[in-house]
T-cell receptor, first 113, second 110 residues
Framework: ETGVTQSPTHLIKTRGQQVTLRCSSQSGHNTVSWYQQALGQGPQFIFQYYREEENGRGNFPPRFSGLQFPNYSSELNVNALELDDSALYLC????????????FGSGTRLTVV | LAKTTQPISMDSYEGQEVNITCSHNNIATNDYITWYQQFPSQGPRFIIQGYKTKVTNEVASLFIPADRKSSTLSLPRVSLSDTAVYYCLVGDRYGNKLVFGAGTILRVKS
């Protein structure tokens, strides 16, 4: 199933900078989650939004923040980048009336140097 | 959320049936078992979900014993393109706030 698009696909930033990653979901995908996946590890849950409100957060510091917009797009913002923030960032969304199965995007590969 | 344990890696040959077992001893009454597949540089893809007994779809089967403390993902007649990482997760039926482990690396050889 297609329908979750992330941009950019790759990004290189310098330590201390700020970054905004974007995700576009299909109409009706009212729930969106963001995950961080370090090389060789499983994705780690960052936070989740439902109808533009955050309704769940993983073990990530406040410098990781997000927004969800009425047009089913969302953003992940990371301030004060650290070298350990280098990872694949995944956006996943779910159709409102679907009982199971999030659809993941292909991710944004962030490298912090 | 319940923690899961899976083999780190498995090898198979084309055409064989592959069974990946996942242990989830602390699964809660309301938890569902969900499997995802992930190829390099792509996001995970939902494969199958179940609560008890057996579930089958066009790509896989999921076997869950009565005590629900483990589950087995069965992939019939694998091909080279099934080489991927397979994740077993337990959680609510909607898949909210997924907790991924390290997954099982499946290598299919010709």
């Amino acid at each position: 199933e297609t329908g979750v698009t992330q941009s950019p696909t790759h990004l290189i930033k310098t330590r201390g900078q700020q970054v905004t990653l974007r995700c576009s979901s299909q109409s009706g995908h009212n729930t969106v989650s963001w995950y961080q996946q370090a090389l060789g590890q499983g994705p780690q849950f960052i936070f989740q939004y439902y109808r533009e409100e955050e309704n769940g957060r993983g073990n990530f510091p406040p410098r990781f923040s997000g927004l969800q917009f009425p047009n089913y797009s969302s953003e992940l913002n990371v301030n004060a980048l650290e070298l350990d923030d280098s990872a694949l960032y995944l956006c996943a969304s779910r159709l409102e009336n679907r009982n199971y199965g999030y659809t993941f995007g292909s991710g944004t590969r962030l490298t912090v140097v | 959320l319940a923690k899961t344990t899976q083999p780190i890696s498995m090898d198979s040959y084309e055409g064989q049936e592959v069974n990946i077992t996942c242990s989830h001893n602390n699964i809660a009454t309301n938890d569902y078992i969900t499997w995802y597949q992930q190829f390099p540089s792509q996001g995970p893809r939902f494969i199958i979900q179940g609560y008890k007994t057996k579930v089958t779809n066009e790509v896989a089967s999921l076997f869950i014993p009565a005590d629900r403390k483990s589950s087995t993902l069965s992939l019939p007649r694998v091909s080279l393109s099934d080489t991927a990482v397979y994740y077993c997760l337990v959680g609510d039926r909607y898949g909210n706030k997924l907790v991924f482990g390290a997954g099982t690396i499946l290598r299919v050889k010709s």
